[in-house]
T-cell receptor, first 114, second 113 residues
Framework: EAQVTQNPRYLITVTGKKLTVTCSQNMNHEYMSWYRQDPGLGLRQIYYSMNVEVTDKGDVPEGYKVSRKEKRNFPLILESPSPNQTSLYFC?????????????FGPGTRLTVL | GESVGLHLPTLSVQEGDNSIINCAYSNSASDYFIWYKQESGKGPQFIIDIRSNMDKRQGQRVTVLLNKTVKHLSLQIAATQPGDSAVYFCAEYNTGTASKLTFGTGTRLQVTL
């Protein structure tokens, strides 16, 4: 089944403890992206990747890192999480960047930073 | 399921009626628009898209209308069903800048029996 998977689905952590949220897609998509979703603010892009070893900042990149060593994986790294990073996170992928390429979203990761 | 927004505008529609969800977009240079549906506990799911050289596009039970003059987008759902209950987002894209969809804050659709 074509899908985007994220792990973990739920995570409670403490301030400053490094964590990684994994994202994997099995559709051979070039483009992958991370979003955070907060009440009243909609989906905001954190980072995106147009292909392997090509990543760039989105609208809210502060406090996050990403890597794209393989086409299928795009982990989101929080080196020193803070409470303002408590949010619902979505990974998405699409065949290519640009109009006409549907983005497929993962099921989401609910992160709470105490 | 996950809460996607505590203060979203809400549209209540009776089962079988037609629904119209509206969206105002911000960038006059945007040339591609998408509607997404997000059910509780799930990620957004593509519904329908439209390019700026079109005014209207129809899918199965859904129609998207684009009015570039007033930067307005609408999603019409015919014969609304309980399974249509979800949060609906519009997203705009500028193929000139590439790489980034900008999402609206969403509208919650509640279908009453």
């Amino acid at each position: 089944e074509a899908q985007v998977t994220q792990n973990p689905r739920y995570l409670i952590t403490v301030t400053g403890k490094k964590l990684t949220v994994t994202c994997s897609q099995n559709m051979n998509h070039e483009y992958m992206s991370w979003y955070r979703q907060d009440p009243g603010l909609g989906l905001r892009q954190i980072y995106y990747s147009m292909n392997v070893e090509v990543t760039d900042k989105g609208d809210v990149p502060e406090g996050y890192k990403v890597s794209r060593k393989e086409k299928r994986n795009f982990p989101l790294i929080l080196e020193s999480p803070s409470p303002n990073q408590t949010s619902l996170y979505f990974c998405a992928s699409s065949l290519f960047t640009g109009g006409g390429s549907e983005q497929f979203f993962g099921p989401g990761t609910r992160l709470t930073v105490l | 399921g996950e809460s996607v927004g505590l203060h979203l505008p809400t549209l209540s529609v009776q089962e079988g009626d037609n629904s119209i969800i509206n969206c105002a977009y911000s960038n006059s240079a945007s040339d591609y628009f998408i509607w997404y549906k997000q059910e509780s506990g799930k990620g957004p799911q593509f519904i329908i898209d439209i390019r700026s050289n079109m005014d209207k596009r129809q899918g199965q039970r859904v129609t998207v209308l684009l009015n570039k003059t007033v930067k307005h987008l609408s999603l019409q759902i015919a014969a609304t069903q309980p399974g249509d209950s979800a949060v609906y987002f519009c997203a705009e894209y500028n193929t000139g800048t590439a790489s980034k969809l900008t999402f609206g804050t969403g509208t919650r659709l509640q279908v009453t029996l």
